[in-house]
């Protein structure tokens, strides 16, 4: 018990970062404090795969896991937060670092769904003027798709269950699916899943038959 509230301090105050009190909206300062913050949300996700992907295995590592989990939320709120302040103030500036534009995109990816809601016509925006990847934007209107629990579209979102094991979240016309992903230049859903398995070492199921009622009683909290 001792070691896990020691991993569980440590995962807050690592997650911690000292933003500034005023928002400075110079480009270049932007720009760089938005790719620290993305760099950051990036690297607690690397360290938290392994330990995912131990816990299918074996189920090994629960309170480490939740240690990181915990680690990560945190992080991800402050950095949604800081976000949100330099849009209110600043805006979505075109003239970012190419960079940014992608923080900003990985930091609403991760937001809850009334902050990724209120932006997302911003990131089709950006999308469309060559600063966003179209799988970008295919990739968090399947998210929003799942959070308003309605079939996504390119089969871009997996949901734990209560045993951690990632299932695909039910997709729209399967018969096309194929056809989408490759229209926004994703891969196909074999090598979507080899990718996965072979980056973070974890298994992700899919049940072409799941309806959106049988996902959400096997979505964990």
């Known amino acids: 018990m001792k ?3 020691i991993c569980i301090m440590a995962g807050m105050i690592l997650s911690s970062s000292c933003r500034a009190q005023e928002l400075n909206c110079d480009l270049e300062t932007m720009s760089e404090e938005l790719i620290l913050m993305a760099d950051e949300e990036q690297e ?3 360290e938290i795969m392994p330990l995912i992907a131990q816990y299918q295995k074996d189920g090994s590592g629960k309170m480490k896991l939740f240690a990181k ?3 990560m939320e945190k992080l991800d709120k402050e950095n949604q937060e800081t976000l949100q302040s330099y849009l209110e103030s600043c805006g979505w500036q075109e003239q970012l670092h190419p960079d940014a534009h992608n923080a900003i995109y990985l930091i609403l990816q991760h937001s809850p769904e009334d902050m990724m809601t209120q932006y997302f016509p911003l990131v089709k925006e950006r999308m469309d003027q060559g600063h ?5 934007w295919a990739t968090m209107l399947d998210r929003l798709k799942m959070y308003s629990g309605e079939p996504q579209i390119y089969g871009t979102q997996t949901f734990a269950d209560d045993d951690n094991v990632n299932w695909v979240w039910p997709v729209a016309n399967l018969d096309s699916l194929e056809i989408k992903r490759a229209q926004v230049f994703l891969p196909d859903m074999e090598t979507y899943f080899k990718i996965a398995k072979d980056s973070t070492g974890v298994v992700m199921k899919w049940d ?11 979505k964990s909290n």
């Open 69 to 71: 989990a915990m680690s």
């Open 44 to 46: 607690v996700r690397r």
């Open 3 to 5: 070691t896990t509230i």
């Open 132 to 136: 966003l990847d179209p799988d970008d």
């Open 208 to 218: 072409r038959e799941m309806t959106i009622e049988e996902a959400r009683k096997m």
